[in-house]
């Protein structure tokens, strides 16, 4: 210590720092400087210098774009499915159920294959009128928009209309189908009575 105050003399600020301040590096001195008057980027700004940009829950298309749904286009019965050939589908004709006490085994076998056949033909008719039905409620809904149109709403009426006659064609076709099979069951049940042990299990 007592060194240290012969060396810097009795008044440390008589003493000349030009000397010390000159040997100190510039270039680091420069560096701090440089760094406090650069300006940092904002977090949220990008290369072009904006800084307010589309996040992922902006659409980049905010234009919302509708399908175009013809309101001018004339419909026919046809479009909507709505065939005059649906009323050739007839339904099929029951056998006859009334039978001889007497009937033989042949005859009675005779009688089952004519019911099988019978519904097979009915199931068939019954097929063909349900996929009417399916393609005639497709078509409708598909042209919704367009047959509740003026220009549209009597084609649209006339093909109800015809809907409405053939349901009634096949709930007649399937009352006549349903006495046709409680009959076979009478049948059946009335056989297994009386002639059982001729005839065997039906």
Not at 25 to 38: D, F, M, N, R
Not at 40 to 59: C, F, I, M, N, V
Request: glycine share 2%; charged share 25%.
């Amino acid at each position: 210590m007592d060194d240290l105050e012969r060396n810097l003399g009795d008044n440390i600020e008589t003493l000349d720092f030009s000397d010390l301040l000159n040997s100190l590096p510039h270039q680091k001195v420069q560096g701090k400087s440089t760094l406090k008057s650069s300006k940092k980027r904002p977090a949220a700004e990008y290369s072009d210098g904006s800084s307010k940009a589309e996040t992922l829950h902006t659409p980049l298309n905010k234009t919302t774009i509708h399908a175009h749904v013809p309101k001018t286009t004339k419909l026919t019965m046809l479009d909507l499915h709505a065939s005059p050939a649906v009323h050739s589908f007839s339904p099929p004709n029951p056998p006859n159920p009334v039978l001889d006490p007497q009937i033989s085994a042949h005859g009675w076998q005779q009688y089952i294959n004519s019911i099988k056949r019978y519904q097979e033909e009915f199931l068939e008719y019954k097929r063909l009128i349900v996929q009417y039905q399916i393609e005639r409620t497709n078509r409708d809904v598909e042209h919704f928009d367009l047959i509740n149109t003026n220009e549209n709403m009597d084609v649209y009426t006339r093909c109800l209309q015809r809907d409405l006659e053939v349901n009634r064609e096949f709930t007649e076709a399937l009352r006549v189908f349903t006495n046709t099979m409680c009959v076979y069951k009478q049948n059946c049940d009335w056989m297994r009575m009386i002639k059982s042990d001729t005839y065997g299990k039906v």
